[in-house]
């Protein structure tokens, strides 16, 4: 061989996803002598097709630039080129050569330069085989010949050939090393973000966190682009199982392997979507926190005592290939922790890219108001996550699938799957889980009292007494509420204390439930329009372009719901579907009910960023992107002109076009939330007011926080309603800040932990521990509520604390009771959250009774359960529980009533 020509890619690491680099070959790809005269020449490039893990691509141009050469990698594509050059495809091509090996082939001139693109996807399992069999890793490269032929067939009357080879080098070809810093992973259920800092950077300064960058090819300012939160499962396979009935995910041993799913992650996997493109899951985390099922331990359900925890599933319909090349559609029954897990398996793949590292300490945050339960499933998701990105088994039982490698990475992942079955002691991947609030209160704290000159000792004579913060948290699915004390004692010099002193939330308010009330004003807007396209009667006049203040929302509602109601059967712009049915019809509306967030997404961000200067700004449809209208590329489009006559499409189309949404529109919609938020706020100030009437509570700073305070109603709303004096001046939102503020704020509380420094910072880490809301029952003697169990009391404090009601006095008064009298089988705990006002008691738990109560009950925590359990004193027997709160964890975006 003439022709050699060495292709080094550096940096190359075992399981670090997908990695490509272009080499420029100027004049390298060219016949030698005795055929060095060649005008022009035929150049095929090939390898071995089993070698799944490697891609090449290639362009070229006549060493000047000018017109490009195209590269073909087709049969027809490489017979094009052997007619130019007179050669028969089985002189350049032989035997079984297409069925062995992928090419590229063109035809190139004498004086060219080639651009070669190749690809090595380091997690595929092919390519670990090759490095160990080959002992790449013990010499730090692992080479692979790609071959190259020159050949003509015109220029000298007969054909000729010269071989080459294009010597593929990969370095150093090993195990990732372990990144010696934290990794933080905000799961939000909108968007995801991720933040990183090296213990051997300046970890005292807040300025040394790096976002972790989660969505390919998007960023500004230096910052990261934070990770839509949005999950396409395009395939399941199960490697020849022999599985009866449907299929369940995960069920198999061979679930466990990192290529058993298939799945986009980000803006790719709503992007573009057509009506194959069926599997997409939105509100992952939402999903995480659902509720267990609770079912009977026996089969005939006789025994109610003994009670088992199931984990929820939900139907998705999605590619299956049960064996090698044997694909269909199926529907699979998902459980609902898998979005969360390939979410996580997803943000470790992209941090391994980006720090050429695997991570070791883990920082988890999570919602103010979660539970211990709650915040388990994250956990566990998580690790799961942690294990599938690694390519390590998640269960002891399939151990064996463990192909070797680094073996600190395997004797974490042998911990971690030990904790998975036992999680009673810390996760050893997790190094610290701390909720939302006071995370985000942790990061302004430290940038107002470490970031700036004098430090702690300026902090200290600013703010003799300490300060209090109000944090609001607005995030995609929930919003949280924190009321913060941070103190550093007049006799401990050393020391901060950043306190929560309450916390509330809304468990159904957030980001998503704004695009919720965007997507049902779009909606009723182009219903309307196709209505007086096609002049069908009883046609509800558009929206007046002004709304009286105090009739704003009446009027928007009336006209959203005379516009659905003309439309019952949801023919106009169907987006209305049955979560649980993957028939035809469902599937065409969920993508089309797709489309329709995605735009109500955009025009919710429009809104954020135009509104600052004018409360009356609109956006309209004509000025996004162009292809969230066209039919090719919106599913949304696609569904709406299925039914409109051809001979009205264009006049439909651009009508859509010119439809406007204004703020003026959508914030009275929105309004009556917030100022239920501020409500919270004001009446969570005042308690704690009347628990330290000594000192008082004044609030010196208002924190916003979370990406859904960016549209601008959270913020006026703020302004006109909080009761803190002067808010105007003490409220801050950092808008670079509000979605990284908690990843970066539990940052920089780990590394306090790991780091040590001249002074102490204490918080509590473990919020979850205690009760979040009040529980009790309706006394219909009084007609109030009888508080059970208090808010902020530790769940552990809870289990010495039974309470004992007399139903008897309860609902007739001890006067009035007739030992003859039955009680009824049903019980019902509700919850109540701080700061809501006393009649905002909801349904909580619902216990059931095979027999009438006999009267007095004892209501008690079990924490090996996780929640509360009702027991009959008289009869000894228990009720069986049902959760009362699964609006809490169903995703907006999946309940199909849009």
């Excluded at 709650?374 to 990105?389: F, I, S, T």
Aim: with cysteine.
């Amino acid at each position: 061989m003439s022709i050699r020509v060495p292709l080094i890619m550096e940096n190359i690491y075992i399981r670090t996803g997908l990695c490509a680099h272009t080499f420029q070959l100027s004049g390298h790809i060219r016949p030698s002598q005795p055929w060095d005269q060649l005008a022009s020449f035929g150049v095929l490039i090939y390898w071995p097709r089993e070698f799944g893990w490697l891609r090449l691509y290639a362009m070229a141009d006549a060493g000047s630039g000018g017109t490009n050469i195209p590269f073909q990698d087709s049969t027809a594509g490489l017979d094009r080129v052997c007619q130019d050059h007179a050669a028969r495809r089985e002189q350049v091509a032989p035997g079984k050569f297409l069925s062995n090996y992928r090419f590229l082939a063109s035809s190139l001139p004498q004086m060219n330069r080639v651009f070669l693109t190749v690809e090595v996807d380091t997690d595929d399992e092919g390519f670990h085989n090759q490095v160990q069999q080959l002992g790449a890793a013990d010499k730090q490269e692992y080479t692979h010949p790609i071959r190259l032929l020159i050949f003509d067939g015109k220029q000298f009357g007969r054909y000729i050939q010269q071989e080459g080879e294009l010597s593929l080098i990969l370095k150093p070809c090993t195990p990732l090393p372990r990144y010696e810093g934290v990794l933080t992973i905000d799961l939000g259920n909108t968007s995801t973000t991720a933040v990183t800092q090296d213990l051997r950077d300046q970890t005292y300064l807040s300025t040394s966190l790096k976002t972790v960058p989660l969505e390919e090819g998007r960023s500004s300012g230096g910052e990261a682009q934070p990770l839509v939160s949005a999950v396409r499962i395009d395939r399941i396979i199960s490697f020849g199982a022999n599985i009866e009935g449907q299929r369940r995910f995960p069920s198999l041993p061979t679930d466990e392997r990192a290529g058993a799913i298939r799945f986009v992650a980000g803006e790719r996997a709503v992007t573009n979507l057509s009506a194959g493109d069926v599997g997409v899951v939105l509100g992952a985390k939402q999903l995480l926190s659902t509720q267990p099922l609770f079912r009977p331990a026996s089969s005939e359900g006789a025994d109610w005592t003994a009670m088992r925890q199931e984990e929820p599933t939900f139907s998705l319909l999605t590619e299956h290939e049960r064996a090698p090349g044997v694909i269909q559609r199926e529907t699979i029954e998902m459980l609902h922790r898998v979005p969360g897990e390939l979410l996580f398996s997803y943000v470790y793949q992209q941090f391994r890219r980006a720090q050429k590292g695997w991570p070791d300490d883990v920082v988890l945050t999570y919602p103010t108001t979660y539970s211990p339960r709650e915040l388990l499933q994250l956990q566990k998701a998580a690790a799961l996550g942690w294990l599938r990105a690694m390519g390590l088994p998640q269960s002891d039982q399939n151990a064996s699938l463990d192909t070797g490698g680094d073996g600190t990475l395997q004797e974490l992942g042998s911990r971690v799957r030990q904790w998975l079955q036992n999680p009673d002691t810390p996760c050893p991947l997790i190094g610290l889980a701390l909720d939302e609030a006071t995370a985000a209160a942790f990061y302004y704290l430290y940038r107002r009292v470490f970031d700036l000159h004098g430090g702690l000792v300026r902090f200290r004579y600013l703010y003799p007494n300490g300060i209090h913060m109000l944090l609001v948290d607005v995030g995609g699915g929930t919003t949280d509420i924190a009321l913060v004390r941070a103190v550093s004692p007049v006799q401990e010099q050393h020391n901060l204390y950043v306190e929560i002193l309450n916390r509330s939330g809304l468990r159904r308010f957030g980001g998503d439930a704004m695009t919720r009330e965007i997507c049902r004003l779009l909606k009723a807007k182009v219903q309307g329009l196709i209505r007086r396209v096609r002049q069908m009667p009883n046609t509800p006049p558009p929206l007046p372009a002004q709304l009286p203040a105090g009739q704003a929302r009446q009027i928007v509602e009336g006209y959203i719901t005379r516009l659905r109601d003309a439309d019952p059967k949801d023919e106009l712009v169907p987006t209305r579907f049955d979560p649980n049915r993957m028939d035809e019809d469902n599937l065409q509306r969920r993508t089309c009910f797709h489309g329709l967030w995605r735009l109500a997404e955009e025009i919710k961000r429009r809104l954020s960023e135009s509104a600052k200067d004018s409360r009356g700004r609109s956006v309209r449809l004509r000025d996004l992107d162009p292809s969230l209208l066209r039919a090719d590329t919106s599913p949304l489009m696609a569904g709406i002109l299925r039914n409109i006559p051809q001979q009205v499409q264009n006049t439909l189309i651009n009508q859509i076009a010119d439809t406007t949404i204004s703020r003026s529109e959508v914030d009275p919609l929105l309004r009556d939330h917030l100022e239920r938020l501020v409500q919270q706020c004001n009446r969570l100030i005042m308690d704690q007011m009347d628990k330290d009437l000594e000192t008082g509570v004044g609030i010196d700073w208002v924190i916003l926080s979370g990406n859904g305070s960016l549209y601008p109603l959270c913020r006026e709303v703020l302004e006109e309603r909080l009761c803190v004096p002067y808010v105007q001046q003490k409220l801050y939102c950092e808008e670079q800040n509000l979605k990284y503020a908690v990843a970066k704020g539990a940052t920089l509380a780990r590394m306090v932990e790991r780091v040590p420094r001249t002074l102490q910072i204490r918080f509590n880490s473990r919020l979850c521990d205690l009760l979040p809301f009040d529980v009790g029952y309706h006394d219909m003697r009084t007609g109030r509520h009888r508080v059970l169990f208090t808010a902020m009391t530790s769940y552990r404090q809870l289990e010495s604390q039974a309470q004992e009601v007399d139903l008897r006095s309860v609902t007739s008064g001890e006067a009035g009771w007739e030992g003859g009298q039955q009680l009824g089988r049903v019980f019902n705990l509700e919850r109540r959250f701080p700061g809501e006002e006393e009649h905002r008691w909801e349904p909580y738990l619902s216990y059931e009774f095979k027999d009438p109560l006999s009267g007095r009950i004892e209501i008690s925590y079990v924490s090996a359960e996780g929640f509360f359990r009702v027991m009959d004193r008289e009869t000894g027997a228990i009720g069986q529980m049902r959760v009362m709160t699964a609006e809490d964890s169903r995703p907006v975006a999946m309940g199909g009533d849009i």
